[in-house]
């Protein structure tokens, strides 16, 4: 059964630094990759998202993510956080061909200090 | 436009209750999923409807959980004889374009569960 891990249950950062958050699955094969941000009282919402082609995929409100089939990672990236990104993400995969169930790793709780 | 709605925002019932759940999804979305997210996890697939039918229902957790979706619009969530470990946020996301590989799935704000 694939799986995801996000290893960083909890990261704090200070506003201005970069960031980067992991996340790793398994699969036998490249399913589609997620990275969503869920917002204490708000519904999930999709950063990015990779089914792809180009390995390094921008995404909203400044966000950017790696796929390394190598390692098979698809990290979170952001070269300047603010303090409005404080908030949990979830990194996701899907099994290639659409219309399928996510699959969501544990989720990284992200806390920016002012 | 206006996104995915749920109703209630929250409920509160007590152990051995039955429950409805409803989701309003996108105007023209084809396909609707549940999932249920615990306290300090990420969410877990239930089910899924593409149109009328259910697609995909390996999620449901026992035959207490049922989801129905008559007019492959609005779907309603159903559980029965509730129990403390249903309590969790269970949220609703619907996608336009499933048979493609580009589709994504948009998520409503969820309703908390809570069973006492």
């Known amino acids: 059964a694939q799986s995801v891990t996000q290893p960083d249950i909890h990261i704090t950062v200070s506003e201005g630094a970069s960031l980067e958050l992991r996340c790793n699955y398994s699969y036998g094969a490249t399913p589609y990759l997620f990275w969503y941000v869920q917002s204490p009282g708000q519904g999930l919402q999709l950063l990015l998202k990779y089914f792809s082609g180009d390995t390094l995929v921008q995404g909203i409100k400044g966000f950017e993510a790696e796929f390394k089939r190598s390692q098979s990672s698809f990290n979170l990236r952001k070269p300047s956080v603010h303090w409005s990104d404080a908030a949990e993400y979830f990194c996701?995969?899907?099994?290639?061909?659409?219309?399928?169930?996510?699959?969501f790793g544990t989720g990284t709780q992200l806390k920016v200090e002012l | 436009g206006a996104g995915v709605s749920q109703t209630p925002s929250n409920k509160v019932t007590e152990k051995g209750k039955y429950v409805e759940l409803r989701c309003d999804p996108i105007?023209?979305?084809?396909?609707l999923y549940w999932y249920r997210q615990s306290l300090g996890q990420g969410p877990e697939f239930l089910i899924y409807?593409?149109?009328?039918?259910?697609?995909?229902d390996s999620g449901l957790p026992n035959d207490r959980f049922f989801a129905v979706r008559p007019e492959g619009s609005v779907s309603t969530l159903k559980i029965q004889r509730t129990e403390r470990g249903d309590s969790a946020v269970y949220l609703c996301a619907s996608s336009p374009q499933p048979w493609t590989t580009t589709d994504t799935q948009y998520f409503g704000p969820g309703t908390r569960l809570t069973v006492l």
């Open positions: 105007s023209g979305h084809t396909a």
């Open positions: 409807f593409q149109g009328t039918g259910a697609a995909d």
């Open positions: 996701a995969v899907e099994l290639s061909g659409g219309g399928n169930k996510l699959t």
